[in-house]
């Protein structure tokens, strides 16, 4: 079960790595605005977050 | 920026940060777990400021502002990648956490050395430390010379500067060992916070607020809110930043080494939530200061005047310059007294208690505490040396205490790893680091000299793993180690 759930998390965490190096260097390279790579990455430090959040739940339960 | 102040500042600082050493001095520091770890009895909270104020230095208000006043937003990009390697801690922190408590390990490399059953290899991963970190130690030192110096238009010279940090690093780690280190760090993370948001959030303002400011950079730096923007950040140069960064919470003894400190797992998540918390503020923080700069001052000649000219600018109001100039000393003072602390913890642990057979933990205790002082001053005097070579050394320490990633995830996830293969991985690694750096060479695809230090040792760890016998009893109690296993520790 561990495992299995381990597995899954480790997969959005991957996912997560590769649009945080991808997409400003792709969709984003030609938008010079505040709410171009500035936001994107903000955003990912918070999905980061929520994600540590959820896969520490259990922790010391 | 007037001398008088900054010299008040400072001396409330120190006043205030000794006081808080010296009431900190409680529990048990007669042996090595109590002065080092704090008996792992650590609290959440006060971790989670610790472990914030040890990993963000000067470089953050400093350093990545002058990144951000050079490259524009990679450098967020940038600091951003080592935030998502943090959640490694989520990963490996339990296990670490619980091998600790079962076995007793003070230090990462103790527990690495138990695992492949070599203490050649404990001391091989303590020996590569000490050469990355303590060049390292000497750099953030000597920011601080620069930055009084820089301040008080050389009032307050470059070796004044740096003899107080020292002498202030070495006193936070002496007088109570990890304790405070603990404390001092906690209240100098709150003085970091607090202070470089309030001046940011006032600069902001002061260039007509959020949207005002964010307009006036579109219109005359648009590449600064791309990447690669003016070029600065391409791709493999990007790449070749972040990854070693990407692991830093691992291959960085002075915080994996706090893995073993929370009282308990929830402690430890606690740790780790409030740590993220404090790092998205202080990243955003960071970055918006250096964009500031870049609005305010586009014509510097280096980037690295970016921070010292804002602060003396009409844009800070002197008092409040002052404040945060104690705030980037508190953040560099913070990272080194770790530091000092956790060398001083592998030295006598892994290379005294392994070289002197059978010595006891009060003889490894007041070995750690006669080197505390030796690698202070060994810091210092390369910070006054001002040496071509600590500064490679220094832009080497994460590309070179990378080497060392791989035989970490073998440690928990790979039971076919051998101390041979760990041995060969760090030493052959840490080797193509060095070349790279020293000799200036370009290495191949432009890739830097940590992804070729990480690609090198995870090849050599694998292969000489799988052609000799790997020590299977204990490498399956720890490939085997489960969060749920939290619950039989009491």
New interface residues.
């Given amino acids: 079960m561990e495992t299995k759930r381990g597995v899954l998390w480790g997969t959005v965490f991957v996912i997560i790595v590769i649009l945080a190096y991808l997409i400003p260097y792709t969709a984003l390279t030609e938008v010079h605005a505040w709410y171009g790579s500035f936001l994107f990455w903000a955003i990912v430090a918070l999905v980061i977050i929520g994600f540590n959040f959820l896969v520490t739940r259990n922790w010391g339960k | 920026m007037s001398t008088y102040w900054v010299w008040i500042g400072v001396i409330i600082y120190i006043v205030i940060s000794l006081f808080v050493a010296v009431i900190s001095r409680r529990g048990n520091l007669t042996d090595m777990e109590g002065y080092f770890l704090g008996g792992r009895k650590m609290n959440g909270f006060l971790s989670a400021m610790s472990y914030s104020a040890t990993t963000y230095s000067a470089f953050m208000m400093v350093g990545l502002a002058g990144l951000t006043y050079q490259g524009g937003?990679?450098a967020?990009?940038f600091e951003?990648?080592y935030?998502?390697g943090?959640?490694l801690?989520?990963?490996f922190g339990?296990k670490f956490w619980i091998a600790g408590k079962k076995k007793g390990y003070l230090t990462p490399s103790e527990m690495m050395g138990d695992r492949y059953e070599s203490q050649t290899v404990a001391m091989i991963i303590a020996l590569s430390n000490c050469l990355f970190l303590i060049p390292y130690s000497a750099v953030q030192l000597a920011g601080v010379g620069y930055l009084l110096q820089g301040m008080t238009n050389n009032a307050i010279p470059f070796t004044v500067g740096v003899v107080i940090a020292t002498i202030l690093a070495l006193l936070f780690s002496f007088i109570a060992g990890i304790r405070s280190v603990v404390w001092t760090d906690s209240l100098q993370a709150i003085v970091m916070i607090i202070t470089s948001t309030i001046v940011v959030l006032l600069v902001i303002h002061g260039l007509g607020g959020f949207s005002h400011f964010?307009d006036t950079?579109?219109q005359n730096h648009?590449?600064s809110?791309?990447?690669?923007g003016n070029g600065y950040f391409s791709?493999t140069t990007?790449?070749s930043m972040t990854l070693p960064w990407?692991f830093f919470s691992l291959s960085n003894p002075q915080v994996s080494q706090r893995l073993y400190m929370p009282g308990?797992?929830?402690?430890?998540?606690n740790m780790?939530?409030g740590f993220?918390?404090f790092g998205?503020i202080y990243?955003?923080v960071s970055v918006l200061w250096g964009f500031s700069a870049l609005a305010s001052f586009p014509h510097l000649e280096t980037a690295d005047l970016a921070t010292p000219k804002l602060l003396s600018s009409h844009l800070v109001p002197p008092v409040l310059g002052v404040i945060v100039m104690i705030g980037i000393l508190a953040a560099a003072v913070s990272t080194i007294d770790a530091i000092l602390l956790t060398l001083s913890s592998l030295f006598s642990r892994d290379v005294y208690g392994n070289v002197k057979k059978g010595t006891s933990d009060a003889k490894q205790l007041q070995v750690g505490k006669v080197i505390l002082p030796i690698i202070a001053i060994l810091a210092f005097i390369f910070a006054e040396l001002k040496l071509n070579l600590i500064s490679v050394l220094s832009v080497a320490s994460s590309a070179g205490l990378i080497v060392v990633v791989p035989a970490i995830f073998g440690t928990f996830f790979w039971k076919r790893g051998t101390a041979a293969g760990v041995i060969s991985s760090v030493t052959i690694g840490a080797i193509v680091v060095l070349i790279v750096e020293f000799t200036g060479m370009e290495p191949p695809l432009n890739l830097g000299s940590g992804v070729w230090g990480l690609i090198v040792s995870t090849v050599i760890f694998i292969v000489v793993s799988l052609v000799t016998k790997a020590p299977v009893v204990k490498a399956l109690e720890f490939v085997n180690i489960?969060?749920?296993d939290?619950k039989k520790i009491r």
Wanted: proline letters at 5%; charged letters at 10%; glycine letters at 6%.
């Fill in positions: 937003v990679g967020l990009g951003i990648i935030f998502i943090v959640s801690v989520a990963l339990p964010f950079l579109k648009s590449d809110l791309a990447v690669p791709f990007f790449l990407f308990s797992l929830r402690g430890l998540r780790l939530m993220l918390v998205f990243t955003l489960k969060v749920s939290a």
